[in-house]
């Protein structure tokens, strides 16, 4: 490390880069399947995300470092490399990582889950009754789906949709000898169409024809084809089949001004994605001859270093089907969320049936946890009981990601239906969610709701609901103002928080934040909620440097802050100096973090931890000392530059000590997690803490369920 003192604060060498830095976060992700201490199911799950958060970064970010090479940019990043040394980099990472996840699929679980009676059973290595009755279920099930596609001079290369599973065929001409090519897509679903029909990854064999042990067999879908493929091309011999795998380039490009209606551009869109556009990656089966691979690297365009030589399964982000699999002994222990008995115990209602939300937010602010406390019998009560109220005149929500089948969405209708004035901003731009927000966008303004589609050049992540609520001679106002998509699904795997409050003065900034979304508002300031991109960045600025003052005149100073990525140089920058004026930086950073801790004369006094553990860690939390007057934030926000400058965000203040009480509570047994925590070091590699002999295990996670146990009731 160079002499920090000699150096300008934002010289490259004080920062990590964001692609190495996003690496060893999905490395850390690997390392969970690899755990000896995870069970086996809950490893297959691992293996899946690592593979899926792969195929999104693929989708996203290669391609746009290709687009500057290929434009001559050669700006550096914040840390010092240009787009094409970025690309090496990723490139010689991703290599060995790729084989150690597959060796270990290969070598080590798919062995010992047989072992335990689960089986992914190859074709050829089935009794010829086992090998019958696939052979009628591809008859019956899936030969009519499929569409051998020819590759010659008569018939162009086929477009290959993104993350598409597909079998390369050689076949001769039993006539004249002469070989041909084909293509043949195997019909399971991709992450890039998640609401199209398809086929399940594995065909299981029912029990009767599983060897005695066998629990479940499955055999991928894919061999089940090859193995067929005489239906398919009658009259002509086979002389191999090989899978492959296109991903492609997936990141929206939507010029917003020059769009004359939103939802239609971002419906285009989401088909080019599909099917148009560049290919990022070609997966392979390492068996496949020079043919195949110059028939496909030429027709998709594709050269190395992005191209992967397979020997085992493609694709084992398919491994999720096993996750779920009803085995408990191999999983980690079901979790069912409670509802805190103290909600009830204050507000319980013969009426509602359970907790009256109204008169319990009445009696002060509510600070919710998922996925420990409910979100259904929460936060979805909360909208449905609001939904049928009949002194409620107004809904307001803002919605970025949402379930397939959301309760929300059905409560938002009906209120609709039931007369209440029901306004909802729906984020048409939330990667990967576009086509599923398309759906519910269209059926909320069938029903009569306001339907707005966010702000030119701006995504709304933001998570705000606002109703509002006739009571006496007035109005009252209640909010849910929180830290997680309202998505019934997620909510039971990612960790977030939520207050539900009535306060006036909260209440006019949300009022006026939705008028800013809906509507034309040039609002610059709000009594309490930090909003970007419209004073959020310089309040933390002030906030931080207020720390740092603190320092230089001798009285404590300390900043705790939890977030997904911190990646914002500016804000990087605040931060160093801060930690050189002598505050204490403690940060949660679940992914990405391009900050350098621990570097003497620069960042000694900071410290960054990621927790990779059995939810995924997605609450932001900000705490700032104030010499003891705890300013406390919760929000939308990471600390990087999109969240800041090009995302409606929007960061609440905890005014209640009860709730700002829990919050520390919650941050400090995180920071004392020695299961799932990992400490970032200096050169940007991650270290995993281990209890010290004879010190208890310390998971977070597990520690935070445990705590809403004693406290509550389950309830579904």
């Known amino acids: ?26 490395d850390r992700v690997l390392h969970e399947a690899l755990d000896p201490r995870t069970p086996l199911l809950e490893q297959a799950k691992f293996l899946a995300i690592f593979s899926t958060n792969l195929d999104e970064y693929f989708m996203v970010r290669i391609d746009a470092l290709r687009d500057q090479v290929e434009a001559n940019v050669t700006t550096p990043s914040p840390d010092g ?10 490139s010689a990472h991703l290599a060995p990582v790729i084989s150690q996840q597959h060796d270990y699929f290969a070598q080590n679980l798919r062995p010992r889950l047989a072992e335990a009676g689960i089986m992914i059973a190859d074709y050829p290595t089935l009794t010829p009754e086992q090998q019958a009755y696939l052979h009628n279920d591809f008859l019956r099930q899936v030969f009519p789906i499929l569409t051998p596609l020819a590759v010659d001079p008569g018939h162009p290369f086929p477009y290959m949709s993104n993350l598409s599973l597909n079998l390369a065929v050689l076949l001769e001409d039993t006539k004249t000898g002469q070989h041909h090519f084909a293509r043949v897509k195997v019909p399971t679903k991709a992450a890039s169409n998640p609401g199209g029909k398809a086929l399940k990854r594995f065909v299981t064999l029912p029990e009767p024809l599983r060897p005695a042990g066998v629990r479940w067999l499955g055999v991928p879908l894919e061999q089940v084809i090859g193995h067929n493929l005489g239906a398919l091309f009658p009259g002509m011999a086979l002389v191999g089949w090989y899978p492959f795998r296109v991903t492609r380039d997936a990141d929206l490009e939507i010029r917003e001004d020059e769009a004359g209606d939103l939802l239609a551009e971002i419906e285009k869109e989401v088909r080019s994605r599909r099917y148009g556009r560049d290919a990022t990656r070609l997966e392979i089966a390492k068996s496949a001859p020079e043919l195949v691979r110059e028939t496909l690297t030429q027709g998709l365009k594709i050269q190395a270093p992005w191209i992967y030589e397979i020997n085992t399964l493609l694709n084992l982000g398919d491994l999720m089907e096993l996750a779920f699999l009803p085995y408990p002994e191999l999983r980690d222990p079901d979790w069912t969320p409670v509802i805190p008995a103290l909600f009830e115990e204050k507000a319980y209602s013969e009426a509602q049936g359970g907790v009256d939300w109204f008169s319990l937010i009445h009696q002060g602010d509510v600070l919710v ?4 406390h409910s979100f259904a019998g929460t936060v979805e009560r909360f909208i449905a009981q609001a939904a049928t109220d009949p002194e409620v005149l107004g809904i307001k929500m803002t919605l970025y990601r949402t379930s ?8 938002l209708i009906t209120a609709a239906e039931n007369g209440i004035q029901v306004a909802v901003l729906v984020e048409l731009k939330a990667r990967f969610d576009e086509e599923n927000n398309i759906l519910w966008a269209r059926r909320l303004e069938q029903a009569g709701v306001h339907v707005v589609y966010g702000l030119i050049g701006l995504k709304t992540h933001s998570k705000l609901a606002l109703v509002v609520r006739r009571e006496g001679e007035g109005i009252r106002r209640y909010m849910h103002l929180g830290t997680g ?18 306060r006036d003065d909260l209440a006019a900034d949300v009022t006026e934040l939705f008028n800013f979304l809906t509507g034309y508002s040039r609002q610059r300031q709000y009594r309490h909620l930090l909003v970007a991109p419209v004073n959020m960045r310089e309040e933390l600025v002030r906030l931080i440097r207020q720390e740092a003052a603190h320092a230089r005149a001798g009285q404590p100073a300390r900043i705790f802050a939890k977030m997904n990525a911190l990646a914002d140089t500016g804000i990087i920058l605040e931060l160093y100096e801060a930690a050189q004026a002598g505050v204490e930086i403690r ?49 939308s926000a990471d600390w990087r530059t999109r969240n800041l400058d090009r995302r409606v965000e929007a960061l609440t203040p905890v005014l209640d000590a009860g709730i700002k009480q829990q919050l520390q ?52």
């Open 485 to 502: 998509n309202y998505n019934s699904k997620t909510a039971r795997i990612y960790t977030d928080l939520g207050i539900l409050t009535c």
């Open 81 to 90: 490399l240009t787009p094409q040394q970025q690309l090496d980099l990723i």
């Open 1 to 26: 490390m160079n002499d920090v003192a000699a150096l300008p604060l934002a010289h490259p060498s004080h920062f990590i880069n964001r692609e190495k830095s996003w690496l060893y976060f999905n």
């Open 404 to 411: 397939g089948d959301s309760p929300i969405v059905q409560s």
């Open 587 to 635: 940060l949660l950073v679940r992914g990405m973090c391009t900050l350098r801790p621990g570097v003497p004369g620069l960042s000694e006094r900071i410290q960054v931890v990621s927790i990779i553990g059995r939810f995924l860690e997605h609450s932001r939390v900000f705490w700032f000392h104030n010499q003891g007057q705890e300013n406390l934030y919760i929000g």
């Open 369 to 372: 946890h998922h996925p420990y």
């Open 665 to 716: 509570e919650i941050m400090e047994l995180m920071w004392t997690d020695n299961r799932q925590a990992w400490d970032l070091q200096p050169d940007g590699t991650y270290i995993q803490r281990q209890p010290a002999p004879g010190e208890p295990e310390r998971g977070s996670h597990a520690l935070l369920m445990q705590k809403a146990l004693a406290e509550a009731t389950p309830v579904v």
